[in-house]
């Protein structure tokens, strides 16, 4: 109906060209008038190249390792740390050898038998994920027990940190799980990082909830996550397990790939699972 209605609006323009009254410039404004609005067709290869470049951001500076070792590895023998302060107010961060890469890219976690700890479990704002929004979820025992982690290792030669080191099966898991700004990103796979206790304790349970959610770029939606805490320490060092299961796909108007986590859930391993890799970081 609306092209009809522009064919006979042309028409009628045109027809007026007989006019001696009408000038030539009526006619050419008459004319861009009638211009029909063209619809922008998406080019698929748009969203392929968006993708393509943030997948090249992730692995940016990144490198996975293969049966333990990196290969062609070229930084030489470095020490792998983890820091910590025993105290707010110390003003420097404590360091704790846990491992190192000797020059051919080989990774040994060789970790301490017993580290001083300052911090203790009674403190769940030291948890290191705060993916839940009512801490009163959470229960837990023997909480005067000593308690430490960290989900990153820093790699240093020489005293100088030259990048980051951290463990699991996904080069996006395991770089959004240690950013607060990436924590509900949907990208799944898991993140293995160390704890040490005093002595042995638990961390136990979940929340559920509903929230309208959304990415920059995104529109919002409404998104029911879960988060479980099933954690049963045993005195010394623990391997701990968070993995992203499920996600909301979010269109992105850029065509980046963004999402939203279904669930999150934390765990003790008793070994380290097949697909564990580690991902270096370079500065």
């Known amino acids: 109906m609306k092209l009809s209605i522009y064919f006979l609006f042309i028409v009628v323009a045109l027809t007026g060209c007989n006019d001696a009254n009408t000038s ?25 190249n968006a993708q393509s470049n943030q997948e090249d951001w992730y692995w940016k500076n990144t490198t996975k390792s293969n049966n333990n070792k990196f290969e062609n590895w070229e930084a030489g023998e ?3 740390v983890m820091k910590y302060k025993m105290k707010q107010s110390d003003p420097q961060p404590r360091t704790i050898t846990v491992g190192s890469i000797d020059a051919e890219g080989n990774i040994q ?12 479990l009674d403190n769940l704002n030291n948890l290191v994920f705060y993916n839940l929004h009512d801490i009163s ?3 837990y025992e023997n909480g005067n027990t000593g308690y430490f982690s960290n989900t990153t290792l820093q790699v ?26 990436t924590l509900t990103m949907g990208d799944e796979g898991y993140i293995l990082y160390l704890a040490y206790l ?21 529109n919002t939606i409404e998104a029911e996550t879960t988060v479980i805490y099933d954690l049963d320490f045993k005195s010394g060092w623990n391997f701990v397990k968070t993995e ?25 391993l008793e ?3 097949s697909d564990a890799a580690y991902f270096f970081r370079k500065l």
Do not use: C
Request: glycine letters at 6%; proline letters at 4%; hydrophobic letters at 25%.
């Open 198 to 218: 005093d002595n042995a304790s638990s961390i136990k349970g979940s929340e559920i909830r509903s929230n309208k959610v959304r990415r920059d770029g995104t």
């Open 24 to 48: 030539k410039k009526e006619i050419d404004e008459a004319k861009k008038s009638l211009t029909i609005p063209q619809t922008k067709v998406e080019d698929p290869s748009e969203t392929n």
């Open 78 to 80: 470095v020490s792998l």
């Open 109 to 120: 976690i060789k970790l301490p038998s017993e580290i001083e700890t300052e911090t203790k």
């Open 271 to 273: 070994k380290l699972p």
């Open 137 to 139: 979820n959470i229960t």
């Open 244 to 268: 992203v299961i499920g996600n909301y796909p979010l269109e992105h108007e850029r065509g980046l790939n963004a999402s939203w986590f279904k669930k999150h859930g934390h765990t003790v």
């Open 156 to 181: 240093e030669k020489n005293g100088v940190s030259i990048g980051s080191l951290t463990m699991g099966n996904a080069v996006r898991t395991t770089y959004n799980l240690v950013n607060q700004s």
